[in-house]
């Protein structure tokens, strides 16, 4: 998850996380399953001369279905990454397609997260990113801390405050004249 080599002179992370383990919870359940298919079929198949081909077809069912509904998923979280930093809110995904998106911190305008009941339970929640450009806002799935994240970036978003109300000066220009 190493981001460094993107980062300006003066910026730092303050937080790079990946979503919450509970995205693979399902995936290793489905190994589980597959794993336990293949055994009981080679325990309770009867032996003779179709066992073999038997064995064969479920073992290649075995391996696509662990493929494609737990490596790919574990993949996907593996590649999913969330940093903040002192200038922006940098999202990168990808498995052979890399995605990513990078939000100056002074154009988000709001930010709300949601949490289900799991969700609570496990301390972990969705963020919704809202920018001051005509994209629509980032969805950051299942964060895992997601009340402590919220709190930083709250501290972030202050720090990075330009004075307007829609992110439309950068740091750098003079504060508007609005009074503190």
């Not at 990946?18 to 995936?27: A, L, N, S």
């Not at 998923?73 to 002192?86: A, G, I, K, M, N």
């Not at 998106?101 to 997260?113: E, G, H, S, W």
């Not at 809202?130 to 709190?151: F, W």
Request: charged share 25%.
């Amino acid at each position: 998850m190493s981001i460094d080599r993107t980062l300006g002179d003066d910026e730092r992370v303050v937080l790079q996380t990946r979503p919450h383990i509970k995205m693979v919870f399902v995936p290793f359940l489905v190994l589980l399953l597959a794993a336990a298919g293949v055994v009981a079929a080679l325990l309770l198949l009867p032996d003779n001369d179709s066992k073999t081909w038997l064995m064969l077809a479920i073992g290649v069912v075995a391996l696509v279905v662990i493929v494609v509904w737990t490596l790919v998923p574990y993949l996907q979280w593996r590649t999913t990454s969330y940093t903040f930093t002192t200038r922006r809110l940098i999202t990168r995904s990808g498995i052979l397609t890399k995605t990513g998106r990078d939000i100056p911190l002074f154009r988000i305008n709001d930010f709300t997260y949601e949490r289900d009941l799991l969700d609570q339970m496990l301390g972990c929640g969705t963020i919704v990113v809202s920018d001051a450009t005509e994209k629509a806002g980032v969805l950051l799935y299942d964060v895992p801390r997601v009340a402590e994240v919220k709190k930083q970036l709250s501290e972030l978003l202050f720090k990075a405050d330009d004075g307007s109300d829609d992110g439309e000066f950068p740091p750098t220009d003079p504060r508007n004249g609005r009074r503190r």
